[in-house]
């Protein structure tokens, strides 16, 4: 698999809102997990956020709970990350992943994620 994922607008301020967007060659979201992760300069990688192809059920990390929104649009085997009241601690390299199974919550350690998109800078400026 080939990702292609996509930042939805440029430099944003601290309280501002950006979308990231991750797509796939051979891959219609239809079936697994997706999620994304992040990594900080000197920071270990962060689970952020991953949802169920088959029913839905997001997972999110205390951090960014009640501000970004994992979605999945099927018809554009596109899965999207909505990222608002952003912080400058959101300041990282996003990537999205996938895997073919399910595994639940422990998808934002990276269980299960067999596929890696390369990574788009996020900076929130203060």
């Known amino acids: 698999l080939r990702f292609s994922c996509r930042r939805w607008g440029g430099l944003v301020q601290v309280g501002g809102s950006l979308r990231l967007s991750c797509s796939a060659s051979?891959?219609?979201?239809?079936?697994?997990?997706i999620a994304w992760f992040r990594q900080a300069p000197g920071k270990e990688r962060e689970g952020v956020s991953s949802?169920?192809?088959?029913?839905?059920?997001?997972y999110y990390s205390d951090s960014v709970k009640g501000r970004f929104t994992i979605s999945i649009d099927n018809h554009k085997a596109t899965v999207y990350l909505q990222m608002d009241s952003l912080k400058p601690e959101d300041t990282a390299v996003y990537y999205c992943a996938a895997g073919l199974g399910n595994s639940g919550s422990y998808s934002l350690r990276g269980y299960g994620m067999s596929y890696w998109g390369k990574g788009t800078q996020v900076t929130v400026s203060s």
């Open positions: 051979e891959y219609a979201f239809d079936e697994g997990q």
């Open positions: 949802i169920s192809a088959s029913d839905g059920v997001t």
